[in-house]
């Protein structure tokens, strides 16, 4: 047998073999799939090695937290004190809205502005039920929309030092407005 013949032999062997035993149809699905990952946390990163999800847990259970392309942390999901909770921040991560439980078991939701300042607030607890709008400061709501105690509906506008200007709600089942002036003193009311 010649060299070339051999090199032609030898190789066409070489090739079935690692036809008949890697590349057989059957090696895939000889692949064993794992039931269940057991870790302490879970990073996954994108093509450049930078993380971009990380699972993990804390004292309350587990959380996903997210990150943009540059690795700031801008959004997370989890478990916490009262519950669960969601939370997004802008692109320098700083919060800017939420959505959690609170103590009693009711739900609240906060939107702020780019630097974190309240901005407005809806949730519910065991007394209250209503929606917050903040002045641009954050510091004080000046318009509030809320059920009362008996189950009827209130709006109320304030001025920027918080005083009542106007509300309008139900008060014993009838309808009721009523005016204020800058120092809170009622200036009308309907009926």
């Given amino acids: 047998m010649k060299a070339f013949e051999r090199i032609i032999l030898y190789s066409v062997l070489a090739v079935l073999i690692f036809?008949?035993?890697?590349?057989?149809?059957?090696?895939?699905?000889?692949?064993?799939i794992q039931e269940e990952i057991k870790a302490r946390s879970i990073i996954i990163v994108n093509n450049e090695g930078q993380e971009v999800v990380k699972?993990?847990?804390n004292k309350d259970g587990g959380i996903v937290s997210v990150f943009n392309k540059t690795g700031t942390y801008v959004a997370g999901m989890g478990a916490a004190e009262f519950g669960g909770l969601v939370s997004v921040r802008n692109n320098d991560s700083i919060f800017v809205a939420g959505v959690?439980?609170?103590?009693?078991?009711?739900?609240?939701?906060?939107?702020?502005?780019?630097d974190s300042t309240p901005a407005v607030v809806m949730g519910s607890n065991k007394d209250r039920v209503g929606i917050v709008v903040f002045n641009r400061a954050g510091t004080l709501g000046v318009v509030e929309i809320s059920a009362t105690e008996d189950d009827d509906g209130m709006v109320g506008v304030s001025?920027?030092?918080?005083?009542?200007?106007?509300?309008?709600?139900?008060?014993?089942?009838?309808?009721?407005?009523?005016v204020y002036n800058k120092h809170g003193e009622t200036i009308g009311v309907l009926p």
Avoid: C, H
């Fill in 100 to 114: 959690s439980t609170t103590e009693n078991g009711g739900g609240f939701i906060s939107v702020r502005n780019k």
């Fill in 55 to 57: 699972l993990w847990a």
């Fill in 19 to 32: 036809y008949v035993f890697l590349v057989d149809g059957n090696v895939e699905s000889q692949v064993a």
């Fill in 159 to 178: 001025n920027k030092a918080g005083i009542p200007g106007a509300v309008m709600g139900i008060y014993k089942d009838d309808g009721l407005i009523a």
